[in-house]
Protein backbone atom coordinates (compact mmCIF):
# COMPACT_ATOMS: atom_id res chain seq x y z
CA UNK A 1 0.00 0.00 0.00
CA UNK A 2 2.93 2.39 0.91
CA UNK A 3 4.09 1.76 -2.35
CA UNK A 4 0.67 2.96 -4.29
CA UNK A 5 0.40 5.96 -1.90
CA UNK A 6 4.15 7.06 -3.38
CA UNK A 7 3.49 6.28 -7.09
CA UNK A 8 -0.13 8.81 -6.64
CA UNK A 9 1.68 11.32 -4.22
CA UNK A 10 4.79 11.04 -7.25
CA UNK A 11 2.00 11.62 -9.96
CA UNK A 12 0.86 14.54 -8.04
CA UNK A 13 3.80 16.17 -7.80
CA UNK A 14 4.87 15.66 -11.38
CA UNK A 15 1.76 17.01 -12.59
CA UNK A 16 1.37 20.07 -10.46
CA UNK A 17 4.92 20.66 -12.06
CA UNK A 18 3.74 20.16 -15.61
CA UNK A 19 1.25 22.15 -15.33
CA UNK A 20 3.09 24.97 -13.93
CA UNK A 21 5.42 24.89 -17.03
CA UNK A 22 3.04 25.52 -19.83
CA UNK A 23 3.14 28.86 -21.27
CA UNK A 24 -0.48 29.18 -23.43
CA UNK A 25 -3.19 27.04 -23.81
CA UNK A 26 -2.04 25.08 -25.99
CA UNK A 27 1.24 23.80 -23.95
CA UNK A 28 -1.52 23.27 -21.48
CA UNK A 29 -4.01 20.90 -23.27
CA UNK A 30 -0.67 18.76 -23.92
CA UNK A 31 -0.60 19.08 -20.06
CA UNK A 32 -4.02 17.93 -19.52
CA UNK A 33 -2.99 14.80 -21.50
CA UNK A 34 -0.22 13.63 -20.17
CA UNK A 35 -1.14 14.04 -16.37
CA UNK A 36 -4.60 12.71 -16.50
CA UNK A 37 -4.90 10.94 -19.84
CA UNK A 38 -4.92 7.04 -20.20
CA UNK A 39 -1.26 6.71 -20.02
CA UNK A 40 -0.56 9.35 -17.34
CA UNK A 41 1.15 8.26 -13.99
CA UNK A 42 -1.77 8.82 -12.22
CA UNK A 43 -4.04 6.21 -14.59
CA UNK A 44 -1.37 3.70 -14.13
CA UNK A 45 -1.25 4.21 -10.59
CA UNK A 46 -4.97 3.96 -10.22
CA UNK A 47 -4.60 0.52 -12.25
CA UNK A 48 -2.60 -1.29 -9.24
CA UNK A 49 -5.66 -0.84 -6.77
CA UNK A 50 -6.84 -4.07 -8.10
CA UNK A 51 -3.93 -5.97 -6.54
CA UNK A 52 -4.23 -4.43 -2.81
CA UNK A 53 -6.66 -5.56 -0.04
CA UNK A 54 -10.25 -4.44 -0.85
CA UNK A 55 -10.45 -3.19 2.70
CA UNK A 56 -7.51 -0.52 1.75
CA UNK A 57 -8.97 0.63 -1.62
CA UNK A 58 -11.36 2.89 -0.01
CA UNK A 59 -8.51 4.49 1.30
CA UNK A 60 -6.48 4.60 -1.55
CA UNK A 61 -9.24 5.24 -4.07
CA UNK A 62 -10.00 8.72 -2.04
CA UNK A 63 -6.69 9.69 -2.29
CA UNK A 64 -6.65 9.26 -6.10
CA UNK A 65 -9.86 11.18 -6.60
CA UNK A 66 -8.40 14.10 -4.54
CA UNK A 67 -5.14 13.67 -6.61
CA UNK A 68 -7.28 14.06 -9.71
CA UNK A 69 -9.38 16.96 -8.34
CA UNK A 70 -6.65 18.64 -7.32
CA UNK A 71 -5.05 18.70 -10.70
CA UNK A 72 -8.64 19.57 -12.68
CA UNK A 73 -8.68 22.40 -10.28
CA UNK A 74 -4.55 23.75 -10.98
CA UNK A 75 -5.69 23.09 -14.79
CA UNK A 76 -8.90 24.89 -14.28
CA UNK A 77 -7.22 27.90 -12.63
CA UNK A 78 -4.19 27.57 -15.58
CA UNK A 79 -6.63 28.10 -18.16
CA UNK A 80 -8.40 30.91 -16.05
CA UNK A 81 -5.05 32.84 -16.14
CA UNK A 82 -4.18 32.55 -20.10
CA UNK A 83 -7.88 33.65 -21.09
CA UNK A 84 -7.58 36.67 -18.74
CA UNK A 85 -3.92 37.37 -20.41
CA UNK A 86 -5.25 36.56 -24.29
CA UNK A 87 -8.53 38.84 -23.39
CA UNK A 88 -6.26 41.42 -22.07
CA UNK A 89 -3.94 41.03 -25.14
CA UNK A 90 -6.71 41.55 -27.21
CA UNK A 91 -8.79 44.26 -25.76
CA UNK A 92 -5.16 46.57 -25.87
CA UNK A 93 -4.52 45.42 -29.61
CA UNK A 94 -8.41 45.82 -30.69
CA UNK A 95 -9.57 48.40 -28.42
CA UNK A 96 -10.63 51.81 -29.83
CA UNK A 97 -10.12 54.99 -28.26
CA UNK A 98 -13.28 57.15 -27.99
CA UNK A 99 -11.92 60.20 -27.15
CA UNK A 100 -9.97 60.38 -30.57
CA UNK A 101 -12.05 62.27 -33.43
CA UNK A 102 -13.55 60.01 -35.84
CA UNK A 103 -12.39 58.96 -39.21
CA UNK A 104 -14.90 61.13 -41.78
CA UNK A 105 -15.79 58.93 -44.58
CA UNK A 106 -16.47 61.27 -47.56
CA UNK A 107 -20.46 60.81 -48.99
CA UNK A 108 -20.67 59.55 -52.35
CA UNK A 109 -23.20 61.03 -54.89
CA UNK A 110 -24.54 60.52 -58.34
CA UNK A 111 -22.38 61.26 -61.17
CA UNK A 112 -23.47 64.14 -63.61
CA UNK A 113 -24.50 62.29 -66.46
CA UNK A 114 -27.26 60.60 -63.69
CA UNK A 115 -28.06 63.74 -62.28
CA UNK A 116 -29.20 65.66 -66.02
CA UNK A 117 -30.49 62.23 -67.36
CA UNK A 118 -32.73 61.74 -64.36
CA UNK A 119 -33.54 65.75 -64.48
CA UNK A 120 -34.89 65.30 -67.89
CA UNK A 121 -36.64 62.14 -66.97
CA UNK A 122 -38.07 64.01 -64.10
CA UNK A 123 -39.27 66.76 -66.48
CA UNK A 124 -40.66 64.40 -69.41
CA UNK A 125 -42.69 62.56 -66.84
CA UNK A 126 -44.09 65.73 -65.31
CA UNK A 127 -45.31 66.34 -68.97
CA UNK A 128 -47.05 62.70 -69.11
CA UNK A 129 -44.57 60.50 -70.37
CA UNK A 130 -43.86 56.81 -69.85
CA UNK A 131 -40.24 55.60 -70.01
CA UNK A 132 -39.02 53.17 -72.39
CA UNK A 133 -36.02 51.05 -71.92
CA UNK A 134 -34.41 48.35 -73.67
CA UNK A 135 -31.38 46.02 -75.39
CA UNK A 136 -27.81 47.66 -75.99
CA UNK A 137 -27.46 45.23 -79.04
CA UNK A 138 -30.31 45.80 -81.33
CA UNK A 139 -31.70 44.53 -84.73
CA UNK A 140 -30.89 46.01 -87.97
CA UNK A 141 -33.67 46.31 -88.89
CA UNK A 142 -35.32 47.64 -85.43
CA UNK A 143 -31.94 50.17 -85.85
CA UNK A 144 -32.35 51.29 -89.41
CA UNK A 145 -34.79 49.80 -91.67
CA UNK A 146 -37.97 50.33 -89.74
CA UNK A 147 -36.64 54.04 -88.87
CA UNK A 148 -36.95 54.37 -92.92
CA UNK A 149 -32.90 54.57 -93.30
CA UNK A 150 -32.36 52.90 -96.27
CA UNK A 151 -29.58 50.21 -97.07
CA UNK A 152 -27.02 52.84 -99.12
CA UNK A 153 -27.43 55.73 -95.88
CA UNK A 154 -23.67 56.60 -94.87
CA UNK A 155 -25.26 55.33 -91.03
CA UNK A 156 -25.32 52.00 -92.41
CA UNK A 157 -21.57 51.33 -92.92
CA UNK A 158 -19.17 49.14 -90.67
CA UNK A 159 -17.39 52.38 -90.73
CA UNK A 160 -20.18 54.09 -88.97
CA UNK A 161 -21.78 51.39 -87.17
CA UNK A 162 -20.62 48.46 -84.96
CA UNK A 163 -22.15 45.06 -86.16
CA UNK A 164 -21.85 41.83 -84.11
CA UNK A 165 -19.36 39.31 -85.44
CA UNK A 166 -20.95 36.32 -86.84
CA UNK A 167 -24.16 38.31 -87.09
CA UNK A 168 -23.07 39.63 -90.29
CA UNK A 169 -24.82 43.43 -91.06
CA UNK A 170 -28.27 42.18 -88.61
CA UNK A 171 -27.59 42.77 -85.46
CA UNK A 172 -25.74 45.92 -84.33
CA UNK A 173 -24.68 47.82 -81.01
CA UNK A 174 -27.73 50.53 -81.07
CA UNK A 175 -26.79 53.90 -82.91
CA UNK A 176 -29.66 55.73 -80.97
CA UNK A 177 -32.45 54.58 -78.62
CA UNK A 178 -35.20 55.04 -81.82
CA UNK A 179 -35.44 51.22 -82.22
CA UNK A 180 -37.45 51.57 -78.83
CA UNK A 181 -39.77 53.78 -80.20
CA UNK A 182 -40.56 51.11 -82.77
CA UNK A 183 -40.80 48.63 -80.43
CA UNK A 184 -43.13 50.31 -78.67
CA UNK A 185 -45.16 51.60 -81.75
CA UNK A 186 -45.38 48.02 -82.07
CA UNK A 187 -46.72 46.78 -78.67
CA UNK A 188 -49.23 49.58 -78.40
CA UNK A 189 -52.01 51.85 -80.24
CA UNK A 190 -52.19 55.51 -80.27
CA UNK A 191 -52.41 57.71 -78.12
CA UNK A 192 -48.51 57.03 -77.29
CA UNK A 193 -46.08 59.17 -75.36
CA UNK A 194 -42.65 57.37 -74.62
CA UNK A 195 -39.07 59.06 -73.41
CA UNK A 196 -36.61 56.62 -74.41
CA UNK A 197 -33.20 56.97 -72.30
CA UNK A 198 -30.06 54.63 -73.02
CA UNK A 199 -26.49 54.54 -73.90
CA UNK A 200 -25.81 54.11 -77.66
CA UNK A 201 -22.47 53.53 -79.92
CA UNK A 202 -20.60 54.95 -82.80
CA UNK A 203 -17.88 54.93 -84.65
CA UNK A 204 -16.76 58.28 -84.18
CA UNK A 205 -13.38 59.29 -83.10
CA UNK A 206 -12.78 60.45 -79.95
CA UNK A 207 -12.27 64.32 -79.25
CA UNK A 208 -13.33 66.81 -77.03
CA UNK A 209 -16.78 66.31 -78.28
CA UNK A 210 -17.29 63.04 -79.82
CA UNK A 211 -17.29 59.42 -77.62
CA UNK A 212 -17.85 56.47 -79.39
CA UNK A 213 -20.31 55.23 -76.61
CA UNK A 214 -22.36 58.16 -75.11
CA UNK A 215 -26.10 58.37 -73.44
CA UNK A 216 -29.07 59.67 -75.45
CA UNK A 217 -32.66 60.68 -74.61
CA UNK A 218 -35.32 60.15 -77.22
CA UNK A 219 -38.74 60.97 -77.26
CA UNK A 220 -42.07 60.30 -79.27
CA UNK A 221 -45.31 61.34 -79.19
CA UNK A 222 -48.11 59.86 -81.69
CA UNK A 223 -51.87 60.74 -81.37
CA UNK A 224 -54.71 62.29 -83.77
CA UNK A 225 -54.07 65.82 -84.78
CA UNK A 226 -50.35 66.66 -83.15
CA UNK A 227 -48.03 69.37 -85.45
CA UNK A 228 -45.16 70.92 -85.26
CA UNK A 229 -46.68 73.41 -83.03
CA UNK A 230 -47.05 70.78 -80.41
CA UNK A 231 -43.34 69.58 -81.01
CA UNK A 232 -42.39 73.08 -80.74
CA UNK A 233 -44.74 73.57 -77.36
CA UNK A 234 -43.51 70.59 -75.81
CA UNK A 235 -39.46 71.48 -76.61
CA UNK A 236 -39.78 74.81 -75.03
CA UNK A 237 -41.19 73.75 -72.06
CA UNK A 238 -38.59 71.02 -71.76
CA UNK A 239 -35.76 74.09 -72.38
CA UNK A 240 -37.11 76.38 -69.97
CA UNK A 241 -37.34 73.92 -67.15
CA UNK A 242 -33.87 72.82 -67.60
CA UNK A 243 -32.07 75.47 -68.58
CA UNK A 244 -34.01 78.65 -67.32
CA UNK A 245 -37.85 80.06 -67.50
CA UNK A 246 -37.26 83.21 -69.92
CA UNK A 247 -35.18 80.70 -72.49
CA UNK A 248 -35.75 81.39 -75.85
CA UNK A 249 -35.80 78.66 -78.52
CA UNK A 250 -35.75 77.96 -82.34
CA UNK A 251 -36.25 75.32 -84.84
CA UNK A 252 -34.27 75.34 -88.47
CA UNK A 253 -34.98 73.01 -90.36
CA UNK A 254 -32.77 69.67 -90.58
CA UNK A 255 -33.21 66.18 -92.46
CA UNK A 256 -33.33 62.98 -90.36
CA UNK A 257 -34.71 59.96 -92.39
CA UNK A 258 -37.25 59.38 -89.95
CA UNK A 259 -39.19 62.48 -89.77
CA UNK A 260 -40.34 64.59 -92.23
CA UNK A 261 -40.27 68.03 -91.63
CA UNK A 262 -37.21 67.99 -90.10
CA UNK A 263 -35.52 70.26 -87.63
CA UNK A 264 -32.66 71.22 -85.07
CA UNK A 265 -33.50 72.75 -82.01
CA UNK A 266 -31.48 75.75 -80.73
CA UNK A 267 -31.97 77.96 -77.49
CA UNK A 268 -30.48 81.15 -76.63
CA UNK A 269 -27.39 80.62 -74.60
CA UNK A 270 -28.03 80.72 -71.07
CA UNK A 271 -24.55 82.54 -70.47
CA UNK A 272 -24.83 85.25 -72.45
CA UNK A 273 -27.89 85.29 -72.89
CA UNK A 274 -27.59 86.42 -77.04
CA UNK A 275 -24.99 88.41 -77.01
CA UNK A 276 -22.04 86.03 -77.94
CA UNK A 277 -19.36 84.16 -76.05
CA UNK A 278 -16.90 80.97 -75.51
CA UNK A 279 -20.36 79.16 -75.21
CA UNK A 280 -22.25 79.75 -77.81
CA UNK A 281 -18.84 80.00 -80.33
CA UNK A 282 -20.32 83.90 -80.40
CA UNK A 283 -23.39 82.92 -82.04
CA UNK A 284 -25.60 83.97 -79.18
CA UNK A 285 -27.79 80.14 -79.94
CA UNK A 286 -27.04 76.84 -78.68
CA UNK A 287 -28.25 73.73 -80.66
CA UNK A 288 -29.10 71.14 -77.76
CA UNK A 289 -31.22 68.45 -80.44
CA UNK A 290 -32.83 67.37 -83.63
CA UNK A 291 -36.31 66.73 -83.73
CA UNK A 292 -39.31 66.68 -86.51
CA UNK A 293 -42.95 64.94 -87.41
CA UNK A 294 -42.68 61.03 -87.52
CA UNK A 295 -42.71 59.77 -91.33
CA UNK A 296 -45.43 58.68 -92.73
CA UNK A 297 -43.28 55.17 -93.87
CA UNK A 298 -42.02 54.99 -90.08
CA UNK A 299 -45.80 55.16 -88.84
CA UNK A 300 -47.16 52.59 -91.83
CA UNK A 301 -44.12 49.92 -90.56
CA UNK A 302 -45.77 49.46 -87.24
CA UNK A 303 -49.63 49.39 -88.59
CA UNK A 304 -50.38 52.76 -87.79
CA UNK A 305 -52.71 54.97 -90.37
CA UNK A 306 -50.79 58.50 -91.14
CA UNK A 307 -53.85 59.26 -92.20
CA UNK A 308 -55.52 59.50 -88.58
CA UNK A 309 -52.42 60.15 -86.18
CA UNK A 310 -49.36 61.69 -86.79
CA UNK A 311 -46.60 62.42 -84.31
CA UNK A 312 -43.03 63.81 -83.30
CA UNK A 313 -39.80 62.93 -82.18
CA UNK A 314 -36.96 64.25 -80.85
CA UNK A 315 -33.21 63.16 -80.19
CA UNK A 316 -30.63 64.82 -77.53
CA UNK A 317 -26.98 63.46 -76.00
CA UNK A 318 -27.35 63.77 -72.13
CA UNK A 319 -23.37 63.77 -72.45
CA UNK A 320 -23.95 67.38 -74.64
CA UNK A 321 -26.61 68.82 -72.16
CA UNK A 322 -24.15 68.18 -69.31
CA UNK A 323 -21.17 69.69 -70.50
CA UNK A 324 -23.35 72.93 -71.97
CA UNK A 325 -25.35 73.49 -68.73
CA UNK A 326 -22.27 73.28 -66.94
CA UNK A 327 -19.24 75.02 -68.55
CA UNK A 328 -17.78 71.18 -69.49
CA UNK A 329 -15.17 72.25 -72.16
CA UNK A 330 -14.64 68.49 -72.91
CA UNK A 331 -16.73 65.71 -72.58
CA UNK A 332 -13.93 63.23 -72.07
CA UNK A 333 -13.57 64.03 -68.36
CA UNK A 334 -16.79 62.82 -67.32
CA UNK A 335 -15.42 59.63 -67.87
CA UNK A 336 -11.81 60.33 -66.07
CA UNK A 337 -13.57 59.00 -63.11
CA UNK A 338 -11.49 62.34 -61.37
CA UNK A 339 -12.70 62.80 -57.82
CA UNK A 340 -11.77 66.28 -57.60
CA UNK A 341 -13.91 66.86 -60.85
CA UNK A 342 -16.86 64.53 -60.61
CA UNK A 343 -16.87 66.32 -56.73
CA UNK A 344 -17.84 69.44 -57.64
CA UNK A 345 -21.56 68.33 -58.57
CA UNK A 346 -22.85 66.52 -55.25
CA UNK A 347 -25.93 68.01 -54.70
CA UNK A 348 -27.00 69.12 -58.08
CA UNK A 349 -29.92 66.42 -58.42
Known amino acids: ?106 NGSLHLLTQ ?33 TPYEHPSRSPIDTFYIAGQGED ?11 IRAMEASEPPLYVICPGRVYRRDTVDATHTSQFFQMEGLAVEEGLTMADLKG ?57 CGMVHPKVLEGVGYDPEKVSGFAFGMGIERIAALSNGIADIRILYDNDLRFASQFKGLA
Open 1 to 106: MSELRQRLEDAHSAGLATIAQTTDLKSLEDARVRVLGRKSALSLARQGMKDIAPEERRDVGQLANSISSDLEAALEAKRAGFAAAETKERWQRERIDVTLPGVQVP
Open 116 to 148: VLWQIIDIFIGLGYKVAEGPDVEYSRLNFDALN
Open 171 to 181: VCLRSQTSPMQ
Open 234 to 290: TLEIFARELFGKELDVRLRPHFFPFTEPSAEMDVRCFVCKGAGCRTCKGEGWIEILG
